[in-house]
């Protein structure tokens, strides 16, 4: 069945460090492909998206490119901040709206 | 201004009685979902429901019930018969529920549910 993989948590990294959480799927036919946050006590708001082999998702410095070839969504940012301390998490939705979220990677930047 | 409530933000409920969960939406989407979310684990599908009077088990729905009634309110209820309530229970909607739909889901802000 559809799924995702995402690396564990979590990372801590100091202020305008690089940041990199990988993401891999596996999915019949041509899913589209979510990053969401969670800032603590909240739920979930949508960061980027792709649709399409290729694409490319960016919000508020965040990258992901949709790489059929190695399954993967990794999420990058060049400089990260305080207020990115947050749960992320990569999804898949494949044909039937359905979702696939994986397990979350909590990011900690410390100044 | 659109978007999705739950009510109440925390719930406490003793061993034994049902609790209902509130989950509203004013986005005019076909489609609702609720989630289950423990630390470490990520988010679970209870029930979804892609139209008005109509909805579908997830992979964790035992001791759980839904109605859908109308299009903007997908209320939860989690029973006695579930034997580990305490978690972060969210709710989401999407555009359309039907098939080839690309959308996006729209979350609410949570109800955090403690059995004492």
């Known amino acids: 069945g559809d799924s995702v993989t995402q690396m564990e948590g979590p990372v801590t990294l100091s202020e305008e460090a690089f940041l990199t959480i990988n993401c891999t799927y596996t999915a019949t036919g041509y899913p589209s492909l979510f990053w969401y946050v969670q800032y603590p006590g909240e739920g979930l708001q949508l960061l980027l998206k792709?649709?399409?082999?290729?694409d490319k998702g960016s919000n508020k410095g965040f990258e992901a490119t949709y790489r059929k070839e190695t399954t993967s969504f990794h999420l990058e940012k060049g400089s990260v901040q305080v207020s990115d301390s947050a749960v992320y998490f990569c999804a898949l939705m494949n044909t039937g709206n359905q979702f696939y979220f994986g397990t979350g990677t909590s990011l900690t930047v410390i100044p | 201004d659109g978007g999705i409530t739950q009510s109440p933000k925390y719930l406490f409920r003793k061993e034994g009685q049902n609790v209902t969960l509130s989950c509203e939406q004013n986005l005019n989407h076909d489609a609702m979902y609720w989630y289950r979310q423990d630390p470490g684990q990520g988010l679970r599908l209870i029930y979804y429901?892609?139209?008005?009077?109509?909805?579908q088990k997830g992979d964790i729905a035992e001791g759980y019930s839904v109605s859908r009634e109308k299009k903007e309110s997908f209320p939860l209820t989690v029973t006695s018969a579930q034997k580990n309530p305490t978690a972060f229970y969210l709710c989401a909607s999407s555009i359309e529920g039907g098939l080839s739909s690309y959308n996006e889901q729209f979350f609410g802000p949570g109800t955090r549910l403690t059995v004492l």
């Open positions: 429901s892609q139209i008005v009077n109509d909805f």
């Open positions: 792709a649709t399409k082999a290729d």
